[in-house]
Structure formats: structure tokens, C-alpha cells
């Protein structure tokens, strides 16, 4: 192995992994998630192993872990982890090696904290588990360590339990949890999804950063090529359980060499391409060309919002006491989500809602879907103001069928007892005009057809769906009363790359069609420039820009705009 | 709903009982517990007509005889034959389970849903009734509302209901307050549902496989419930055949040595507890669609 080695390879390397097989055995017999895969990893190098879901991404590492599940286990080859066989190790051994050799961290920070623990304290007690620190000294040391991963204030946030720090904060503890013992393998299973992008790239930063300090290696298991690519030496692509190309970052982006590496390349989205460019380059030519954008009809606009503002009190604990006792305190000042937004929508335009978590895209969306009340403003739908119409009593009006929406988690959206031609007949039911029996089948098969959802899968449930399929469905549903406005709340957020290009191609297809305006909602810039002709970023509550998606792209005004461009992870080669 | 409910169950109506069939092959308990539960079933349907003596005619000749060929469980002090009143006795049992068990699984399923679903003062209202009824210890709660209504089957069957009300209010509500802010509920508002039409549609079909659990372990406290009103003389009377009765009469023989009185009845009922909470599982499994691939 060695011969092979350039001559600064000297060492042996720090893991190895030879063939790996790993089976879980299951109702229909043993299964392969993961088929013959090799990889070495050596002091301070990071790997990114890249896939969509179901490739085996995470199998791989948890092997290395030796965390897999009951039901999962090695059925060949064997895993070296500076000299110790892991594979076969006792798992005394193993212990050791968890949290003080090789650390993990994982995608839902919040989850991996105890909650009702201060973090501070949660820090000490790994110190003093692997014999880091003592219990006299503890508290300094942690407080170091918050030092290290770079939260400001640590000696006041040594007290924060973890529902008052916001989600990129949570990720730095349990970076700093898992790097308490300064092991010398990190692996990190999609630390950054669920995240704002721009605590992605401080995290991400973060992590290379203390890596690169410690000379220790670092793992990332990421869907995302662009930030497998930007962060990493060398990037291993996998499908369906094997490795189908493994290359430096910047090999593989010049010369993939794997068809599914080029499919997924294609398939990411970034600048300078259009919808089409996504898909795969047989499917594309053979598709009808984006079409000309109409510069949208004059006249009455679709949508005009007006000085929206949504609000929600503070509960404050001290003071709603006094107020029990009769004490006349001032309510404390109340939260807004919404602070006053205006903006207009054109018939058959189609307008991107960006912003991080907690700017307020998602309450505006849901006030506008009348789902919820504003607390004040007006929300003016073809001259009718709507926000006159309660929420309670929203659903029962005739303009509910105007207005409908994709959701953002596709499996959350459908009802697990209803079949798929349920879940789209259900709007047709309750307000199409008397249709049933056969014309309501046939109605139902032609929204299938629309969303290029074969008709045999019409009687599966959404467990026996896959995430693309089920998008579908829930895009057949929204537009199966030819609904004049869509909001679209994050609709590819949960699906894979891949499958997020079909969808998105889609959208636009249908929306030109059927002539429909959309409310695009989304944290992702890139997605929306392709998709939207105007944009809209917010931030607290406000709107910080507006204009043509291709201006505020090009040139952005806001300082926070600007920011948010530069956090995209971009790969090395553009 | 009618018609589009029907029309798009159909499809996987056919599939019910290969569906069955798969749960009892991949479980055998739940295959006993089945074939149990139909054997109680066959009896409270034809057993009085093919048991061999009648269970009320007292044969004070034959008083208190061991099992034998001609009394398979023996006989009680007044000559009656045990086995007969056993398999009599099924019907009245599982009529105050089954009756009982429905009444709340209405009642306290449709509460407990809108308590959580709607929240504010129906969770309090709902609250504080299941609350009150949780302060009592149970089985006196239920000797008392017997007592106070009068000791009539109907009467049993209703204390039994209200006791278990509390139990069903808590899955219930739990379960459909996960379930409000689901991404099918909002969509479901989006399709110009009713919030009515939600909670009964949309939500009351999800939490089915847990009210099952609930069903078959609450069923069983109810036989086990009807049974000890009787043994303490608040429930059915005698010589109405009823296994709870038929212990309270036995006991007082098993110090003199007449163990079989008490033993067959109470074994019966033991019998069928035990197949009731087994149950669970498996009713549990044939209402979820997750469950049939």
C-alpha cells in the first residue's frame, strides 16, 4: 500500500477502510446499504463523502463508529483506525475510542443536547467522563473550550441552557462537545443542513479552522456538492451503496468522470445557468424550451399587500404574576414577526420570498394563505381585501380555492391514511362543483398527468411513495382547483438535488400552462433566481430589498444581501 | 364524504383480509389471540343453544361433584352444571365489555380529539371532567354509580364506560395535539375543509391504531370491571350466570376443598383478559395502512 503513496505519505493512514459491506437484515431478507467501499483518510486531510439519500453515506461513517444499529452489520472487510481493527475490536475497545479518538456530530444540533441541562455543565461532564479535567477545575475548562469553538460572552453562556441559543449556536457546543477530548477523527453527517446559510458557512469555517489547528481529520457527509467541494481536500461520491468516483475537490469538478457525478453536478444549482440546465442534458434537450418571459399585464395587480404587521405577545413570567397578584405592570412590548410589509404581485408573475430562519418569509406566507390573522394591514386579492375575512371561517369562503399552497415537507403535507388520489380529490371535494365518481377520477388522473405522476401510483399511500412522488401529489393537490395564486413554502427543501431539479422544472412548466402566479419562499438565492422574476429579501420581520431577481443577483443593494450571496459555498472551480 | 369515501376505499378493500392473514403469519400471538377472541365470540353467539344442561336448573343430587366425563367442570351446591353456566355466562360478559367499550371509545375519542384539536375551553372543560373522574379510585367510583343508579345491566355498562373516559380522553387528546399543526392538517384547511370535517376525516382516522391499543387493554378492564361489581353483589344477580358471580359463589367452597366452582369461571375470565390485551397489538396493525405494504 505504502509503494502507491507519494513520499510526505510516509505514515501509515489514520483510518482505512478495506471492502467494506455492511447488511441489514430486514423483512424481505439481508439488504446491502453499503457495497464494497474503500477509502483512506490521512492526519489533517478532510474527506467529503458525498450522496443522496439512501447512497450510504451515513451507513459508511456510522460503521466506522461501530454505531450502526441492531439490525445493520459488517459482512466484509475491515476497518483500521490508527492500528486498532475496528471492526472487530471488542467493544470495550471501542468505547475508548468513541469521543476521545473519533468525535461525530450530527445534522440536528438541538437534538444532541440534553434540554434541561446548562450547556456549560453538559461541556464538563464530557471533560470529566474521558479525565480531561477535574471537578475543581472543570468550569475554567469549559469555558475554554466555548472559547474555542468562538461563542462571544462564554462566561455568561456557560449558564444558557440550549433552547436560548439560536441553532448555529447549538451546532458550535456540540462541535465543542465533540471536540472536547481532541480526537483525531471528526466526522460530521450534514452538520449544516437546517441551518441559515450563513451560519453554514461560519460553522462550516468553524470546523475547518479547528481542524486544520489540531492537524486533526475531518469526515463531512454532506448532499451538497458545492459544500463538499468548497471545505474539503478530496470528495468520495456515492450511489446506492458504492463509491462511484473519489478525486480531489477540485478533480472532480474540472473533469468528473462518473456519469452519476456529472448527473449531480448538473443537477446543483448555481449561477449563470437556467431550470433546464439542471436536468440531466438527454432530458433537457428533449423538453420544450423555457419559453419567453411576458413582461407581466398592466392593470390591477393580483396581490397587493399592505403595510402587514403581525404580532405576538411577549410572555414574560415575572410580570404576569404581578398581574395575578393585581399589580399594575405594563405588558411587555410585543414581539413582531411581520413589521409592516407592502409589496404587489402581477397576474402571472412569480415572486421569491428569501430570508434566514426567523425573518418572517414563513408568517408572511402563512397570513397570506389565510391560515393566520393578521394583526393588522391588508391583504388585497383581485380589490377584495381578505384580511377582512377571518382564518376561522377562511376555509368556507369562495376564495379559499383561489389561493392554495405547496408545502415544505412533502411526507408531513399528506395525510398517511389517505391513497394519493385521495389527497388530491380531497380540494375537488370539498369545493369542486359536484363532481364524484368517475369524472372525479378522471379529473384526478389528468392532475396526475399534469405532475407527471404515473397513474398506477395513484392508489399507494404516501409511505409506499418516494419524496419526488409525494411532491408531486402535494403540487397536484394545490393546483387541482386552478387556483390564480401558489405559495410555495420551501417545496424541494426536504428532496434531494436531483429530484429538486425535476420538481423545480416542473413548477415552472405548470405555471406557464396553467398561468398562475407564485409566491416563492425560500432560503435558497440560487434556487430562486431561476425560478422568479422578482425577489423580495426580509430579514427581522422587514423587507431589506426588492426588485428584479437578475438586478438584485447582479448588483445587490443591501449590505445583507450581499452577504447572504457570499455565503453560498462555492465550489473552487467558479 | 359518502360517496368519496367509499369511492376511495375501494381499492384497498380487497386487500383486508390477505392483510389479516400476513399479521397473524408474521406474529403467532396475535394468531391466538384471534383465534381465542372468535372462540368467545362463537360461544356468546350459539352457546346457549348447545350447551348440554340447561345453566339455571339445579339438580340437588348432583350437588357439588368433582369434574367428570358427565360434568366436564364439575357442578355447583345447587347441582347446576359449571361448564354450561361458563359458556352462558360469555354472552352477558362480553355484551357489558363490547357495550362499554364503545360507549367511551364515542364518547371519550370524540372528546379527547376536540379537547386537543381545539384547545381553550373544551381542553378545559374535558379537562377537568376527566380530571374529577381520575380523583375517585376507580372500582368505587363504578360500585357507586351502580349503586346510586340501580343495579341493572345498563347501569353496569355506563359506570364501566365513565370510568375508562379519562384513559381514552388522554390518548386522544395527546394524539391529536401533535397532530393540529401537522402539514396535512394545514392542507386539509387549504382543501375548504370544515374544522369539523378535519377533526372527524382527517384526524380521528390517524390516532385509530393507538384507540386500538386502548380498546383491547380497556376491554379487558371492563370484563375484569363487570365481573368484580358482581362478586360483590353490585352487579348482575343471581342466578343469572355470570363468571364474576360464579367465582363469589365458589369461594367460600375452596377451603372445604370444592376448588372446581371458582377455578373454571375464574379461569375463564383470566382467559379472557388476557386475549383482549394481546389483542392490541394486532388490531393495532390491521387499522394502519403503514403496516400493509
Not at chain 1, 492500528?83 to 475508548?96: C, F, I, K, L, Y
Not at chain 1, 441552557?161 to 471528526?186: D, K, N, T, W
Not at chain 1, 434566514?356 to 380589490?383: A, N, Y
Amino acid at each position: 500500500m505504502n509503494v502507491h503513496l507519494p513520499a510526505n505519505h510516509i505514515q501509515p493512514p489514520l483510518l482505512e477502510v478495506q471492502d467494506l459491506t455492511v447488511e441489514f437484515a430486514t423483512r424481505r431478507g439481508a439488504v446491502r446499504a453499503v457495497e464494497k467501499v474503500n477509502l483512506t483518510l490521512a492526519k489533517g486531510e478532510t474527506l467529503g463523502i458525498v450522496g443522496e439519500s439512501g447512497s450510504g453515506k451515513s451507513v459508511t461513517s456510522y460503521t466506522v463508529m461501530r454505531i450502526l444499529d441492531r439490525a445493520g452489520r459488517i459482512a466484509e472487510g475491515t476497518i483500521t483506525f490508527g492500528g486498532v481493527d475496528v471492526g472487530n475490536a471488542p467493544e470495550s475497545t471501542v468505547r475508548a475510542l468513541r469521543g476521545r479518538e473519533m468525535s461525530m456530530i450530527f445534522q440536528n444540533p438541538r437534538a444532541a443536547l440534553n434540554p434541561i441541562r446548562k450547556v456549560g455543565k453538559q461541556i464538563e461532564d464530557v471533560l470529566i467522563e474521558h479525565v480531561q479535567a477535574q471537578p475543581s477545575d472543570a468550569k475554567e475548562k469549559a469555558i475554554e473550550v466555548l472559547k474555542a469553538v468562538r461563542i462571544a460572552r462564554p462566561e455568561e453562556r456557560y449558564h444558557a441552557y440550549p433552547f436560548e441559543l439560536s441553532g448555529g449556536m447549538c451546532q458550535r457546543i456540540v462541535i465543542a462537545l465533540a471536540l472536547a477530548c481532541r480526537p483525531q477523527l471528526l466526522i460530521a453527517d450534514e452538520p449544516t443542513t437546517g441551518l441559515d446559510v450563513t451560519t453554514q458557512k461560519a460553522v462550516m469555517d468553524l470546523v475547518v479552522e479547528l481542524a486544520r489547528e489540531r492537524n486533526m481529520a475531518t469526515i463531512l457527509i454532506t448532499h451538497d456538492l458545492g459544500l463538499a467541494a468548497a471545505y474539503c481536500d478530496r470528495v468520495m461520491v456515492m450511489e446506492k451503496g458504492r463509491v462511484v468516483e473519489t478525486a480531489t475537490a477540485e478533480a472532480i469538478f474540472r473533469a468528473p468522470r462518473h456519469a452519476y457525478t456529472r448527473k449531480l453536478m448538473r443537477a446543483t444549482p448555481r449561477g449563470g445557468i437556467t431550470l433546464r440546465d439542471l436536468l440531466p442534458e438527454e432530458i433537457a434537450t428533449e423538453m420544450a424550451p423555457l419559453g419567453v418571459k411576458v413582461p407581466p399585464a398592466s392593470g390591477q395587480p393580483l396581490l397587493v399587500v399592505e403595510n402587514l404587521i403581525k404580532e405576538y405577545p411577549r410572555q414574560s413570567a415575572v410580570s404576569s404574576l404581578a398581574r395575578m397578584f393585581g399589580a399594575k405592570v405594563a405588558a411587555p412590548e410585543p414581539f413582531r414577526a411581520v413589521d409592516g410589509i407592502s409589496f404587489s404581485l402581477a397576474k402571472g408573475e412569480s415572486l421569491g420570498l428569501v430570508g434566514e430562519s426567523g425573518c418572517g418569509k414563513s408568517t408572511t406566507s402563512m397570513m397570506l394563505m389565510r391560515l393566520l390573522d393578521p394583526t393588522s394591514g391588508q391583504i388585497i386579492f383581485k380589490g377584495e381585501d381578505l384580511s377582512k375575512i377571518p382564518a376561522r371561517t377562511f376555509a368556507r369562503s369562495p376564495w379559499r380555492s383561489r389561493i392554495q399552497m405547496v408545502f415544505q415537507d412533502p411526507t408531513d403535507s399528506l395525510n398517511p391514511r389517505f391513497t394519493a388520489a385521495r389527497s388530491i380529490a380531497d380540494p375537488l371535494l370539498q369545493m369542486g362543483e359536484n363532481v364524484s365518481g368517475p369524472a372525479l377520477r378522471a379529473r384526478v388522473e389528468e392532475l396526475a398527468r399534469l405532475v407527471g405522476l404515473p397513474s398506477p401510483f395513484l392508489d399507494r399511500f404516501p409511505h409506499q411513495l418516494s419524496g419526488g412522488q409525494k411532491a408531486r401529489v402535494g403540487i397536484a393537490r394545490a393546483i387541482a382547483l386552478d387556483p390564480e395564486l401558489v405559495v410555495l413554502d420551501e417545496p424541494t427543501a426536504a428532496l434531494d438535488v436531483s429530484v429538486q431539479a425535476v420538481v423545480l422544472n416542473l413548477l415552472h412548466d405548470l405555471k406557464q400552462r396553467l398561468g398562475m402566479s407564485y409566491i416563492f419562499v425560500s432560503h435558497d438565492l440560487e434556487v430562486v433566481r431561476m425560478l422568479c422574476d422578482r425577489v423580495i429579501v426580509m430579514r427581522a420581520g422587514g423587507i431589506v430589498e426588492e426588485g428584479e431577481t437578475a438586478a438584485v443577483m447582479a448588483a445587490p443593494k443591501a449590505e445583507y444581501t450581499r452577504e447572504l450571496l457570499s455565503s453560498i459555498p462555492h465550489p473552487p472551480i467558479y | 364524504m359518502s360517496t368519496a369515501t367509499a369511492d376511495a376505499a375501494a381499492p384497498s378493500k380487497d386487500g383486508i383480509l390477505s392483510h389479516a392473514r400476513h399479521i397473524v403469519s408474521e406474529n403467532p400471538v396475535t394468531g391466538v389471540s384471534f383465534a381465542l377472541f372468535a372462540l368467545f365470540l362463537l360461544a356468546a353467539i350459539i352457546g346457549p343453544f348447545i350447551v348440554p344442561y340447561d345453566p339455571l336448573a339445579s339438580d340437588t343430587a348432583a350437588a357439588l361433584q368433582a369434574p367428570s366425563a358427565a360434568h366436564w367442570f364439575g357442578t355447583d351446591q345447587l347441582g347446576r352444571d359449571i361448564f354450561s353456566r361458563v359458556v352462558v355466562a360469555t354472552r352477558l360478559d362480553m355484551i357489558i365489555a363490547i357495550a362499554s367499550v364503545a360507549l367511551v371509545f364515542l364518547a371519550g375519542g370524540f372528546a379527547g380529539i376536540a379537547s386537543g384539536y381545539f384547545g381553550g375551553w373544551t381542553d378545559r372543560i374535558v379537562g377537568r371532567v376527566s380530571d374529577t373522574i381520575m380523583a375517585f379510585p376507580l372500582f368505587v367510583l363504578a360500585m357507586g354509580i351502580v349503586a346510586a343508579l340501580g343495579n341493572t345491566v345498563t347501569n353496569i355498562i355506563i359506570a364501566t364506560a365513565i370510568i375508562n373516559f379519562p384513559l381514552y380522553v388522554r390518548v386522544a387528546r395527546a394524539e391529536a395535539n401533535v397532530r393540529r399543526e401537522a402539514g396535512f392538517v394545514q392542507a386539509a384547511r387549504l382543501s375548504g375543509n370544515s374544522e369539523m370535517r378535519i377533526l372527524l376525516g382527517h384526524i380521528a382516522p390517524n390516532i385509530l391504531p393507538l384507540m386500538m391499543v386502548q380498546v383491547s387493554l380497556t376491554m379487558g378492564y371492563a370484563i375484569l370491571n363487570a365481573a368484580g361489581l358482581s362478586f360483590i353483589g353490585l352487579g348482575v344477580r343471581p342466578p343469572t350466570p355470570e363468571w364474576g358471580i360464579m367465582v363469589a359463589e365458589g369461594a367460600s367452597f375452596i377451603i372445604s376443598g370444592e376448588w372446581w366452582i371458582a377455578f373454571f369461571p375464574g379461569v375463564t375470565l383470566m382467559l379472557a383478559v388476557f386475549c383482549f390485551n394481546l389483542l392490541g397489538d394486532g388490531l393495532r396493525d390491521l387499522v394502519d395502512p403503514q403496516r400493509r405494504t
